[in-house]
């Protein structure tokens, strides 16, 4: 009896029990049967006695023919036990049993969540839960089909019942009352007691939360600002326009900002002033607009006459403008400026006087402080002032050149002589000559003005390199790097779009 | 001149001189439009070309029993190569 009293809260007991009183898989054997039942006889009495309430109200939840009566005679339990033999055919036990592998022997109480169902007295309110569970048990049976498949998903969810009671005894059985409010459907069951040990889980918090570093970061104006301050450098000595181009926010590129020059000059040389904000600058500007101011006139006048050197300073500063009116929107700070201006205004004021007082003298002032227009105009001037050099044709294609030439030396894998290199060049040339001519074809037979892939897959089509056997991309792969494969051959992508556009 | 030998290549510049071909192309015949990757095309067909070339060049010399890569074996060769790349 002590056995028994102790062993009465475990499930494995009485699944034990359940499974020797259930008869087996076999349902027309009857000796099996009686078998079962002397088995269970000789298992003890006292223990039968006390197996007997659950084991019946077991037996007649399972048939659903026999109301619930506990308490019945031996005899009527082994009709149940018949007639629930008859109805399943030993699902119910294999089930049994893979439960009383799963449930471990520690876990003592089981959540009243079956408990809903049964009216039934509770001598102890373990002994209850083991009736719900019981029940519980065979109840899933008739739902589930013999199918193995099905058997294993019910072996999975009773699993994870079993390990979620667990849970929630651990967390105490404040848990398990608020689960007894669930609705005790089978099937909803583990899903709710899922959700209910997820919603248990503490919330992520965001991760803009957790990581600062990710979180958005207002727009960094810096780049523009330097822009700024190189302008300011070059603004100095020519007395640049800052305030009118403010007002007049003109187009930039075009040739007809002299007058808006001439008109701001006078402007410039009053805002300046205010401008810069200190003392020291205000002399140093004063002095520059003088010479910017000539300038300008200067400027005005040569351009009657269109001066190699004049269209030099116009077109610096029409870059300048251009500079300007891209910062206009900035506020730029004149401290900086003006500390910057300090460094460069004698020597580089001398120079720029100095070039802008003689327009003749082809050398550009070395503003290499300032930048990007006068790097510009540098550009500009470099085929204009040199000494006629080669053909200009022949002088940017030469560094070109060199590069296939390379190329042709790796295909050849054997040395060449230097006069080889020079014919190549011309075989190049002529090569590019027939390419462009074909392409142009191509496309005006197309009815086109623009190239298109299709014409260049015509051309290559017509050279012999692209056949049937050979298509266009396979020759991507086998000469270009890889990483013009993905510029050049269309892959779909998500959305149905293709890339690169077709 | 003529005796210096330039040793062949052993690594293959991987990047496209888009620039360059653009340029070209614009030169000849300003009037032509190109689309945005064209001149990677453009590159391949080069490198085709030059792939066909070197290769004719190469049988050329050695059928001159020559292991120097000369003037006239190049013209050889781009006779004919040229004559297929015509399109």
């Known amino acids: 009896m002590a056995f028994l009293s102790e062993n009465e809260g475990t499930t494995r007991t009485l699944l034990h029990h359940v499974l020797e009183t259930q008869p087996l898989s076999s349902p027309v054997s009857s000796n099996t049967r009686q078998s079962k039942r002397s088995l269970s006889t000789s298992m003890g009495h006292p223990r039968r006695n006390l197996r007997d309430p659950p084991s019946r109200t077991l037996l007649s939840k399972q048939t659903k023919t026999v109301p619930a009566q506990p308490k019945d005679t031996g005899a009527d339990g082994q009709l149940f036990v018949e007639h629930y033999d008859f109805l399943e055919e030993g699902t119910p036990r294999i089930l049994l049993k893979k439960i009383l592998q799963t449930a471990s022997e520690a876990s003592v109480l089981v959540p009243s969540l079956m408990n809903s169902q049964e009216p039934e007295p509770v001598e102890l309110q373990e002994e209850s839960k083991w009736n719900s569970l019981e029940l519980q048990l065979p109840e899933l049976e008739p739902s589930v089909t013999v199918a193995p498949g099905l058997l294993m998903h019910n072996r999975k969810k009773r699993c994870l019942r079993v390990s979620e009671f667990e849970q929630e005894v651990d967390q105490g059985l404040a848990v398990a009352s608020d689960l007894t409010e669930r609705q005790p459907a089978s099937a909803n069951k583990s899903s709710v007691t899922r959700s209910f040990n997820l919603t248990l889980a503490t919330v992520r918090p965001p991760e803009s939360i957790e990581r600062p570093g990710l979180a958005r970061r207002p727009p960094n104006r810096k780049a523009i600002d330097v822009e700024a301050f190189e302008q300011r450098l070059k603004d100095i000595p020519l007395t640049p326009l800052p305030g009118p181009r403010k007002q007049t926010k003109s187009g930039t590129k075009s040739p007809s900002q002299n007058t808006p020059l001439s008109t701001s000059s006078l402007s410039a040389g009053t805002r300046s002033r205010p401008w810069t904000g200190t003392s020291s600058q205000n002399s140093c500007f004063s002095a520059r607009s003088l010479p910017a101011r000539s300038s300008i006139s200067r400027e005005a006048r040569a351009k009657s006459g269109v001066a190699h050197q004049v269209e030099e300073e116009e077109e610096r500063l029409m870059d300048e403008e251009a500079r300007e009116s891209e910062e206009d929107t900035e506020i730029l700070q004149s401290t900086v400026v003006s500390e910057l201006s300090m460094k460069t205004p004698e020597f580089l004021r001398a120079k720029r006087y100095h070039s802008l007082l003689q327009p003749t003298s082809p050398v550009p002032p070395n503003t290499n402080t300032t930048l990007l227009p006068s790097k510009l105009t540098q550009a500009k001037r470099a085929p204009k002032r040199r000494a006629p050099g080669p053909r200009q044709p022949r002088d940017p294609d030469k560094v070109g050149l060199n590069n296939y030439c390379k190329v042709f030396s790796f295909y050849a894998k054997t040395p060449m002589e230097k006069s080889a290199s020079e014919t190549l060049m011309k075989c190049l040339n002529q090569y590019f000559r027939t390419l462009c001519d074909d392409l142009e074809t191509f496309a005006h037979h197309a009815g086109r003005k623009t190239v298109l892939l299709a014409d260049l897959e015509l051309l290559m089509r017509r050279q012999g390199l692209v056949t049937d056997d050979i298509s266009l991309y396979v020759l991507v792969e086998r000469y270009l790097p890889l990483e013009y494969r993905r510029l050049l051959i269309p892959c779909a992508a998500s959305g149905n779009a293709v890339f690169p556009a077709g | ?87």
């Open chain 2, 1 to 87: 001149m003529a005796a210096a030998v330039v040793a062949a290549a052993r690594v293959l510049k991987r990047k496209a001189p888009r620039g360059f071909l653009r340029n070209l192309i614009k030169r000849r015949k300003p009037q032509l439009h190109l689309k945005s990757g064209i001149d990677l095309w453009v590159h391949l067909n080069c490198l085709l070309f030059l792939h066909r070339l070197a290769e004719e060049t190469r049988m050329q010399a050695f059928q001159n029993k020559s292991r120097i890569i000369k003037d006239k074996h190049i013209i050889a060769a781009a006779k004919v190569i040229l004559k297929k790349s015509r399109g």
